[in-house]
Structures are given as structure tokens and as C-alpha cells.
């Protein structure tokens, strides 16, 4: 069964840091499931939601992270808030929905932020509204009841 972890929103504020702390400590072993909505503006002119754009262009090597759609929603488990350099981290694609495995030693915060440039500061949120759900591990998974 998921038990609720945290709930983020963001309404009409602009975000200045790369990372906004979802939760300030968790700890492994365990299972952890997003879902998320909104719209925000990572690149002048381009907006988005939580899966990011198709129609800005950037060398994925520049992104946060690299095999990640250009402004979706991102995740880090581990380090420090005002970190740039994410080693020792591990940093994740989250988009509208994700399921994130926790390892047996972790302990540490969840941050969330978007998947931007690098070297790019700050971006306005219209809304994002973030479900954090976790359960522990290991577990029974059970199949999605049919719709």
C-alpha cells in the first residue's frame, strides 16, 4: 500500500534555485511514486509541463539531466540544495509519473527542479502541483485495476 510522502506546489512564483526541497530526509530500502501536473516556462518562450518539450533544442549534455526531455520535472536523492555538481547524488527524470527505487543504505533529502541548461538560473512557474507517494521495500507489487 503507498502511504502519502509530501505534496508540492508551486502556483505563479518564479523558482530561483535549482533545487526545491520536496522532503528533507528519507530512508532506504524503499519505493517511491510521482505524480505530477502544471506548466512552466524553462526556456524564453517555450512552455511546458512536467514531460518537458520536444520543441527546444539543446545539446543533452548541457541538461541536467542528459537523457531527459528539455524542462521536464527532475529529482535528486541526496546532497545539498545549493549543489552544483550533482555527484554522490543520483538525479532523475520524473516527468507526470515516475516510480523511483530507494537503495538499502540511503539516507538523505529529495529535491526536485527542472531539466534546464546547466548553466541557466531560475524560471517561472504557472502551477505544479507534485503528489510524492512511497512504500517500503521489498514488496508485492499489485497489477493497476483495470479502467
Avoid: H
Avoid at 12 to 28: F, I, M, N
Avoid at 69 to 91: F, N, P, Q, R
Avoid at 101 to 126: C, E, H, Y
Wanted: glycine share 12%; aromatic share 10%.
Amino acid at each position: 500500500m503507498w502511504n502519502s510522502l509530501a505534496r508540492v506546489q508551486l502556483n505563479s512564483q518564479s523558482v530561483e534555485s535549482r533545487w526545491v526541497t520536496a522532503t528533507e530526509y528519507l530512508k532506504g530500502p524503499g519505493v517511491l511514486k510521482f505524480k505530477a501536473t502544471g506548466e512552466w516556462e524553462p526556456f524564453d518562450g517555450y512552455r511546458c509541463g512536467p514531460d518537458g518539450t520536444s520543441g527546444f533544442q539543446l545539446a543533452p549534455e548541457r541538461m541536467v539531466v542528459v537523457k531527459g526531455a528539455a524542462g521536464c520535472l527532475i529529482g535528486k536523492l541526496g546532497g545539498s540544495s545549493a549543489s552544483l555538481d550533482e555527484a554522490g547524488s543520483t538525479v532523475f527524470a520524473i516527468g507526470s509519473f515516475a516510480v523511483i527505487a530507494l537503495a538499502d543504505k540511503f539516507v538523505g533529502p529529495l529535491f526536485i527542479g527542472f531539466n534546464m541548461d546547466r548553466s541557466q538560473r531560475g524560471l517561472q512557474v504557472t502551477s505544479l502541483d507534485l503528489i510524492i507517494e512511497a512504500r517500503e521495500w521489498p514488496f508485492v507489487a499489485t497489477p493497476p485495476a483495470p479502467q
